[in-house]
């Protein structure tokens, strides 16, 4: 494997965010693991949440592309969420468009991810986001 420093993408002000991320790019495949330790409050720039960086450009192929993403709130929200990392039609390939957990309204709709707490409210343990899957590189 191989490592890389991801970066969360749409963000406002400074990323109070860590990264760390391995992959593996052979046979026109790229399987990747990033996960970013928010230590410092982190707020996106925008509705649309958070985004991130990828190791290898994807190739976009006009569908979308969907990774497994889990959010441990640990000491800001006490909880954990599962959702999606995805790559809309219309990217670039070289980051993930939008990164998104289960809400507590409209159902198990999906949310965007725009805040993450870090060290505020009281919070003593940092929130950690993991990203990881598989795509055909550009």
Same mark, same amino acid.
Do not use: C
């Given at each position: =494997? ?26 026109? =495949?790229?399987?990747?693991?990033? =996960?970013?330790?928010? +230590? ?11 985004? =991130?960086? *990828? ?8 569908? &979308?592309? $969907? ?30 468009? +939008? ?13 965007? !991810? ?14 950690? *986001?993991? $990203?990881?899957?598989?795509? !055909? &590189?550009?």
């Amino acid at each position: =494997m191989t490592a890389w420093t991801p970066q969360l993408t749409n963000v406002a002000g400074q990323d109070g965010t860590t990264g760390v991320g391995e992959y593996v790019d052979a046979n026109g =495949m790229v399987t990747f693991t990033a =996960m970013f330790v928010a +230590r410092k409050e982190t707020n996106s720039a925008s509705s649309a949440g958070f985004g =991130m960086t *990828l190791p290898v450009p994807a190739k976009v192929t006009g569908a &979308r592309t $969907v990774f497994n993403l889990e959010l441990d709130g640990r000491d800001a929200d006490h909880g954990q969420w599962t959702g999606e990392a995805l790559i809309y039609a219309g990217n670039d390939g070289k980051t993930v468009d +939008r990164l998104r957990v289960t809400g507590t309204s409209d159902g198990a709709a999906l949310v965007n !991810i725009n805040h993450l707490y870090g060290d505020v409210e009281g919070a003593k343990d940092a929130e950690i *986001l993991t $990203v990881s899957g598989s795509y !055909i &590189r550009a």
